[in-house]
């Protein structure tokens, strides 16, 4: 009786869990670990496929140009911005294969968290879209911004053209978290406020201290010839 | 006659009527009331004067005037020439008066000039500004002369000017094109041109050029280049002093600086072939008395100028270095201590300057309208070091200033061929990693 017993209660069960541990280590596991190395190849191709084409259109002079390559240099990123990206690439196409390989474990609560992530992923490319578009943006109007302020003689251009830089930012920044469903009304609530104030201040600001300066300016507008305050010179 | 979206419909209807015209004065305008009578009671003596045989066309494009100026131009008695109205009666002198399409500005003003040439078959055509207050009857005879009876087919204009008066041609436009196109047309930017029919409708045959700066501002130095580059036939008029209306709407020096600088920039990509290879440059033909007249004194702030180049030199040094060698952004920074009266600016450094900066157009090393704009500072800066050097000139002398730095502009040339064709060492070296 003892030895059926230790038979039935605890061999039986721990040989049925060694055949289940078995199988799941020949199928699964070995699926998961097949689904990695893929990985790891797709990765690495995809990242020198990347890489090329990025150089084969100069994104790093591109990037230059548009003053990101700058903005990585300062963040403390010392590689060129090809590569850079080539190197997202290729922890991107790793952590899909991840999730594939997790998949391939059939385990429901993963298989559960999978499914989320790859719906979850449209919205993550088009936060990161946003955030890059609203970078080169915030980049080019500040550009802009100085060159208008300077030329037009205004004080404290480069001040008023990083003001204009941090507000597009922002302004990204909080898009792109919404995308994400990250605290989408709080976020919208912060930037009216935010907003709000700023045109208010700046309103009552100018209403008080430069109604004289507004006044001056508009009827230089309204009458003035052209370059005035070069002189008299015709520059064409 | 179809409607080709560079003419009103009611145009092309009257024009139907009008038939042919030899000759074809067109004057674009925008809310030049006080001063456009003026210009059309001149040229329609000038045409009356000197081709009273041939079939003529006074053609206003207009910008969309608030002051009447349409009416005017139509209104206007011009003595015994009575004025024909859209839709009435043909006399020797048609006036046409009509709205461009198009982009506003003066470029697109001009090709409904040159389309309405083309369709009444002109043989040869001359623009002159609205705002003139000395032109003279004989300017048309100048303009329009040497295409006729001499086979030209683009005259531009030689001014009696005040040595302050057309910065942007004299330190930037005039020795950039002539150093570049080996041909020395003193006013490329004039805006009074004669031209031969043939010559207008070669450029209406590009429509994306319309679509650009040459819609604008760019338009005078467009039809220049593309008439010294494209081989054809030009000569030079002297016409005078130039006085003109200070009043410009909407106008300022930005605008003027970008569209007009931008063009000759832009003109540098196609027209390489031809460029790369002049060294030097050669006279072009002259017409007309060689006369002396008053010119209008011109007042210059030379402390604002040179404010608004240590402005650039504060602010604008990591855009300059975008398309400046260091070495030359070094030398910039150090003329910005010397007080207004004895700033500086070296020719030799303004030459480099403009050539880096058209190779970096080029090369497109920063958005091309930023480089542009960057520019305004330094042209501020070295407008403001020649009043200073020339303070005490007479206009001859400054005239021979223009002319060293001209040949300074040619010697130089090889650099710009050498700034033109490097390539820009990327940033970041190396394969994937």
């Known amino acids: ?236 | 006659m179809m409607r080709d979206g560079i003419l009103r419909s009611e145009l092309a209807s009257e024009l139907e009527r009008i038939g042919r015209a030899d000759v074809l004065v067109g004057i674009p305008s925008f809310n030049n009331a006080r001063t456009v009578g003026h210009v059309v009671r001149t040229v329609s003596a000038g045409l009356a004067e000197s081709y009273p045989h041939l079939p003529c066309v006074l053609v206003n494009s207009d910008g969309g005037s608030r002051d009447g100026t349409p009416d005017i131009v139509l209104r206007t008695d011009t003595g015994h020439h009575a004025t024909l109205l859209v839709d009435h009666r043909r006399r020797p002198l048609h006036r046409v008066t009509t709205g461009y399409l198009g982009i506003p500005g003066k470029g697109s003003a001009l090709r409904t000039i040159f389309r309405v040439a083309e369709l009444l078959g002109a043989k040869a055509c001359a623009v002159v500004d609205s705002d003139l207050r000395s032109i003279t009857p004989e300017w048309v005879e100048l303009l329009v002369g040497p295409v006729l009876e001499r086979g030209m087919d683009f005259v531009a204009p030689l001014y009696t000017r005040h040595k302050y008066d057309g910065t942007i041609t004299n330190g930037l436009v005039y020795p950039l094109t002539r150093a570049l196109y080996g041909r020395r047309v003193r006013q490329p930017i004039g805006g009074d041109f004669g031209f031969s029919g043939a010559f207008a409708a070669r450029l209406l045959r590009e429509p994306e050029a319309w679509e650009t700066d040459v819609a604008r501002y760019g338009i005078d130095v467009w039809m220049t280049t593309r008439a010294i580059a494209d081989g054809y036939q030009v000569c030079q008029a002297h016409l005078g002093a130039k006085i003109h209306d200070t009043k410009d709407p909407g106008a300022d020096l930005t605008a003027m600086f970008t569209q007009v600088v931008g063009t000759v920039f832009e003109l540098m990509d196609p027209y390489h072939g031809v460029w790369a290879t002049i060294q030097g440059s050669g006279p072009v033909p002259e017409v007309g008395p060689q006369s002396t007249v008053g010119v209008e004194p011109v007042a210059v702030n030379v402390e604002r100028m040179v404010e608004m180049y240590r402005k650039g030199l504060g602010d604008l040094m990591p855009i300059w270095h975008g398309f400046l060698r260091p070495e030359t952004c070094n030398a910039l920074a150090g003329l910005a201590g010397a007080p207004p009266g004895t700033f500086q600016f070296p020719a030799e450094l303004w030459v480099r300057v403009v050539y880096e900066a058209a190779a970096g157009y080029h090369r497109r090393v920063v958005p091309r309208e930023h480089l542009l704009r960057a520019l305004i500072p330094l042209y501020l800066g070295r407008t403001a070091a020649f009043v200073v050097q020339t303070a005490a000139s007479g206009a001859d002398e400054v005239e021979v200033e223009i002319e060293t730095l001209c040949r300074l502009f040619e010697s130089m040339k090889p650099y710009l061929l050498e700034c033109w064709d490097v390539q820009r060492p990327e940033p970041f070296q190396g394969g994937p990693r």
């Open chain 1, 1 to 236: 009786m003892d030895t059926n017993f230790w038979n039935d209660a605890v061999l039986e069960p721990l040989r049925r869990f060694a055949d289940l541990a078995l199988a799941f280590l020949l199928n699964n596991f070995l699926a998961m670990l097949v689904v990695l190395c893929v990985g790891l190849l797709m990765a690495y191709l995809f990242r020198v496929m990347l890489s090329v084409f990025l150089r084969i259109v100069h994104f790093d002079r591109f990037c230059e140009r548009r003053g990101v390559a700058a903005a990585l240099r300062a963040a403390g990123v010392a590689r060129s911005p090809s590569r850079a990206a080539a190197r997202l690439g290729y922890w991107f196409v790793m952590f899909v294969f991840l999730m594939f390989s997790l998949a391939a474990l059939n385990i429901a609560p993963v298989n559960d968290l999978v499914s989320r992530f790859f719906l979850f992923l449209p919205q993550v490319f088009a936060a990161l879209l946003i955030l890059l578009l609203g970078y080169l943006a915030a980049v080019f109007l500040q550009r802009a911004t100085l060159l208008t302020a300077v030329n037009a003689g205004v004080a404290r251009a480069r001040a008023l053209a990083t003001t204009v830089q941090v507000l597009v930012l922002l302004f990204t920044i909080a898009v792109a978290l919404e995308q994400v469903g990250i605290g989408g009304s709080i976020i919208l609530a912060t930037f009216t406020v935010a907003f709000g104030a700023v045109g208010l201040a700046a309103a009552l600001a100018f209403g008080h201290a430069a109604r004289d300066l507004a006044k001056t300016v508009l009827e230089r507008e309204m009458t003035s010839t052209r370059d005035e305050g070069l002189g008299g010179i015709s520059h064409v």
